[in-house]
């Protein structure tokens, strides 16, 4: 029997390409491989602990559907859900919640970089994130998740919760083991200083943009002193930045790419980046808008993942209320 995978994204916003580099594209290769049963899954839950409009909420969960279509996902080959229509993430989180250490929440660092002087004030749903997460992992019973450097300490959280609940009440759970995967982390356009993000639309590229504005973002990129196409992060940050997309885009290497450009300027290399981004996310843009004609089916589709993911999820769950005496 192969190896469960499992992994999700939160539908927070029209995706760029930094998701689709280090995600999307991603999820698509490891399904591909035919190695794993894959699960992937919208994350709406997760994604309440931001400011959100509850009546744009649907067409975003509905959106990141389309996104994860469009690059690739094969409803024939992985089971794509909806983490709200699975009960049992909540309820096996709240287990879950009494076997967490407040002093484990409390170091997790992805926390202090988005509460930073707010911590006091943040929702507890953010603080509780990585709890959820674990039940999001385990109740699957995978033996890898994908994951960059950024959610090791998530995971590891996750493995020790794990660890921890087989140790007090029996064997449960796997441990899940990290799929390292190469996410390139993506700066602003406009500012080599920030990661690329949508709070900042002049220096993202979102996945929906169309050719010209493509264009246009990467032609007002800012660049640093000099004209040389090098790679170095300490002098050459902004420049560094956009042959990274470039190599990401084209599968060049960072040496080929300063090769193919020797002794020529800024703008002849923007030119054919942004060229390439336009080509690169051409496939994935027309698939898209096919797919947008397609809703009704599609979410009847999603409506048979949920169904997948419910029974799978719901025995675990089960499980897991047995040890501790609930049923």
Known sequence: MKPVLVSGIQPTGKLHIGNYLGALKNFVDLQNTGKFQCFFFVADLHSLTEEFDPKEKPKQVENLILDFLAAGIDLKKSVLFVQSAIPAHSELAWVLNTI???????????????????????????????????????????????????????????????????????????????????????????????????SRPEGCLFLDDESGMIRKKIMRAVTDSGTEVRADWEQKPAVTNLMRIYSAM??????????????????????ELAEIVVQGLAPFQKKKEELGKKRAAIMKQIATGNKKANAIASKKLMEAKKKIGLV
């Open 100 to 198: 967490t250490p407040l002093g484990e929440l409390r170091r997790m660092t992805q926390l202090k970089e988005k509460t930073g002087e707010e911590y006091e004030t943040t929702n507890v749903g953010l603080f509780d994130y990585p709890v959820l997460m674990a039940a999001d992992i385990l109740i699957y019973n995978p033996k890898f998740v994908p994951v960059g450097e950024d959610q090791l300490q998530h995971l590891e959280l996750t493995r020790t919760l794990a660890r921890k609940f087989n140790s007090k009440f029996g064997n449960t759970f796997f441990e899940p083991k990290p799929l390292l995967t190469e996410i390139p982390r993506l700066m602003s356009l406009d500012d080599p200083t920030k990661k690329m993000s949508k």
């Open 250 to 271: 084209s599968g060049k290497s960072i040496s080929q790419i300063e090769e193919r450009f020797k002794e020529k300027g800024y703008g002849e290399f923007k030119k």
